[in-house]
């Protein structure tokens, strides 16, 4: 949706999955042409209780390139501060052959306390998590309608914009690993309303069918 189509290539409808999508294609293109479809990735909150709970579930994309880089910054993190009261779960994209990840990076995963590949459903691992970490998956507007605290990891080499929620402001942003240790000694998080307007923003990305 950010290129720019000439104008016997501009499609005669335009489908959004949410309102986010739908204001923006609407500022883009002829309005008449945008139709607010939704999408069955919307899903409603569920109570979920994250009492003392500052574990960060990781959600690479299908590049097992970004998944060994993510795992790495989490291995990382502990080599800066190993009393971080934090377990990373990572969450393999189903197209990355875990067994195959698991004997690749076998130095980086010796202690599951701290380091989890996950086999669990989707909603386990986010009732698990305080924080998600993310860069391009679009899993995390998922764990936002859930209430977890995104960070995004800012990879200065890729030029493409790849931030599910780059039209949310507030969002926690880190380019190293030292700001991701940060992150997590503080405890930083937001207040019950700031976690409202964020869970809003991800309801308003996929909107019900």
Known sequence: MFLNFVNNSLPTKILSSGIISYNFLR??????????????????????????????????????????????????????????????????????????FLKKNKKYLENKNKIQISDSSLIKDISKSKYVLYRASSVVVEALQQGLIPIFYHDEKNYFQSDALWQL?????????????????????????????????????????
């Open 169 to 209: 402001k507030s969002r926690l942003i880190i380019k190293k690993t030292s700001e991701l240790v940060d992150i997590l000694n503080h405890k930083k998080f937001f207040n019950k309303k700031k976690i409202a307007e964020k869970i809003k923003f991800a309801n308003n990305f996929y909107t019900p069918l």
């Open 27 to 100: 500022k883009k293109f002829n309005k008449k042409k945008v139709i607010l479809l939704g999408s069955k990735k919307f899903k409603r909150k569920i109570k979920i209780n994250k009492k003392n709970n500052f574990n960060c579930l990781v959600v690479p994309t299908a590049l097992e390139s970004e998944a060994e880089e993510l795992l790495k910054i989490c291995y990382n993190c502990f080599q800066i501060n190993d009393k971080i009261n934090t377990k990373f779960i990572i969450r393999l994209h189903p197209k990355i052959d875990k067994l195959n």
